[in-house]
């Protein structure tokens, strides 16, 4: 079976600061891997998915960028972070047809002081 | 108009109660339907996952779909305590509901 890990579960980062968040999928290849944030009151904003090594897509311009170095390794990360940035982020794996569900790991709590 | 509506609630019931939750939806394009069931803190979980209109049983779980309508349901039955949660309701990767908060009180 498939498992997922996010690290780490909480995050208290300065304004500014750069920003590595990690997600790895285990017991699978070639899953599609996403990153979403949730703010409260206005539910799960897709950020970026991916459907193979080094393929990105973008959903939102923002002040975020992602990267898959490897199948089942996807990275968030921010050069300087904002107040805005604070939120609950969350990764996903999703494998077989694109009507497939995703699958989250337990998130990571940012918050930008 | 957003294309997927949820009722934020919260919603309190009494234990062993029947739970009903509901979403409704724009895009006659949407072909399948999830539940997400989410704890604080936690990342949400995948209830039930439905591909057509009709109804799907799961224990005490029952999903309900209703193209015509745009309009989708979760039965929950003989609800419990751990049944307190956050539910989501999802069309696409995309479109998520902003859940409804749910408390059963025992």
């Known amino acids: 079976s498939q498992t997922i890990h996010q690290w780490p579960a909480t995050l208290v980062q300065p304004v500014g600061s750069p920003l590595s968040l990690e997600c790895t999928v285990e017991?699978?290849?070639?899953?599609?891997l996403y990153w979403y944030r949730q703010a409260a009151g206005r539910g799960l904003q897709l950020l970026f998915y991916?459907?193979?090594?080094?393929?990105i897509s973008s959903e939102v311009p923002q002040n975020l960028s992602a990267s898959r170095p490897q199948d089942r390794q996807f990275i968030l990360s921010s050069k300087k972070l904002l107040l805005s940035d604070s939120g609950f982020y969350l990764c996903?794996?999703?494998?077989?047809?694109?009507?497939?569900?995703?699958?989250f790991g337990n998130g990571t709590r940012l918050t930008v002081t | 108009q957003k294309e997927v509506e949820q009722d934020p609630g919260p919603l309190s019931v009494p234990e062993g109660a029947i739970v009903s939750l509901n979403c409704t939806y724009s895009n006659s394009a949407f072909q399948y339907f999830m539940w997400y069931r989410q704890y604080s803190r936690k990342g949400p979980e995948l209830l039930m996952y439905t591909y057509s209109s009709g109804n799907k049983e799961d224990g005490r779980f029952t999903a309900q779909v209703d193209k015509s309508s745009k309009y989708i349901s979760l039965f929950i039955r003989d609800s419990q305590p751990s049944d307190s949660a956050t539910y989501l309701c999802?069309?696409?990767?995309?479109?998520f509901g902003k859940g409804t908060s749910l408390l059963v009180t025992p």
């Open positions: 017991g699978t290849s070639n899953p599609n």
């Open positions: 991916s459907v193979g090594i080094g393929q």
């Open positions: 996903a794996y999703k494998l077989g047809t694109e009507n497939s569900p995703l699958h």
């Open positions: 999802a069309m696409s990767d995309h479109n």
